[in-house]
């Protein structure tokens, strides 16, 4: 009988592939995963307060500011402080960022039809269904434990 290790030995080996595939691609744009990352939360809503930003892809303040630091140097993101606060710092994409939108999406679209292309549609569905309980499960009893100092 196949055991919960033997799918956790699978989902890292799919993320791990998918992971390099993607560094691959995106050696093209001179980006990196968290760096896409980014783009993608900021074409859906540029402007977004930098902490908002960290909190949306779950990274700490020192690595968001890292993360956006490098974008800066290669212009894909300017930060700007906002008129109404001067303490809020948000992120934009600059035009550069804007143009490589449409290249980058195509890739991440073309790859996830590609590793599902011989499922039917309930079976997606499925996996889906099956991945956001494994995420649930993760974010009800995972994270705290970490929150928590280690402790249940």
């Known amino acids: 009988m ?15 592939a998918m992971r ?17 990352e980014v783009l993608i939360t900021l074409w859906g809503e540029d402007g977004l ?4 930003l ?3 892809l ?7 500011t890292g993360i956006i630091d490098r974008m800066e140097k290669k212009n894909l993101v300017k930060r700007k402080r906002s008129n109404h606060d001067r303490r809020i710092i948000q ?18 679209q073309d790859a996830s039809s590609d590793i599902v292309k011989n499922f039917s ?3 997606i569905q499925l996996l889906e269904d099956l991945l956001s309980k494994l995420l649930l499960n993760v974010e009800q ?11 249940r």
């Open 121 to 123: 549609t309930d079976e």
């Open 141 to 151: 009893k995972i994270i705290p434990i970490m929150n928590n100092g280690g402790h």
């Open 58 to 64: 779950s990274r700490d303040g020192p690595t968001i």
């Open 54 to 56: 960290g909190r949306r």
């Open 2 to 16: 196949k055991t919960f290790n033997t799918s956790n030995e699978l989902m890292g080996k799919i993320h791990r």
């Open 91 to 108: 992120v934009f994409l600059t035009t550069k960022a804007q143009e490589m939108k449409d290249d980058l999406m195509k890739m991440q």
């Open 49 to 52: 307060v930098l902490s908002d």
């Open 20 to 36: 390099r595939f993607f560094e691959f691609q995106m050696k093209k744009y001179d980006i990196t995963p968290p760096q896409f």
